[in-house]
Nanobody
């Protein structure tokens, strides 16, 4: 059974940084992709970034504007989302998700497995 465990959220001031972690388990091969999504109150869930851990290839949402970096530590089965220069509009619950297949997709509907969310609050 594939499981995802997200952590690392918190409260920071504008301009601050946070690193989210997503620990995965249950995959029987490296044939999968990981995505980070977020959902702010009253808004639809949106894609932040996705990666294929076996290759390290990445895709980012347009709003990221170079502020976030997704990375993988395959030895630890962990995918990170380093977030810098955070803005109040980045406030949301952040989720990691996984799908089988080495396919970049920013569509939440193409992910089969979801971790619990971790709250990120950016406020002065």
């Amino acid at each position: 059974e594939v499981q995802l465990q997200a952590s690392g959220g918190g409260s920071v001031q504008p301009g601050g940084s946070l690193t989210l972690s997503c620990v995965t388990s249950g995959f029987t091969s490296d044939d999968y992709a990981i995505g980070w999504f977020r959902q702010a109150p009253g808004k639809e869930r949106e894609a932040v970034s996705c990666t294929i851990p076996s290759s390290g290839s990445t895709v980012y949402g347009a709003f990221v504007e170079g502020r976030f970096t997704i990375s993988c530590d395959n030895a630890k089965n962990t995918v990170y989302l380093q977030m810098n220069r955070l803005k109040p509009e980045d406030t949301a619950v952040y989720y990691c998700a996984a799908r089988t297949g080495r396919i970049h997709t920013m569509s939440e509907y193409q992910y089969d497995y979801w971790g619990q969310g971790t709250q990120v609050t950016v406020s002065s």
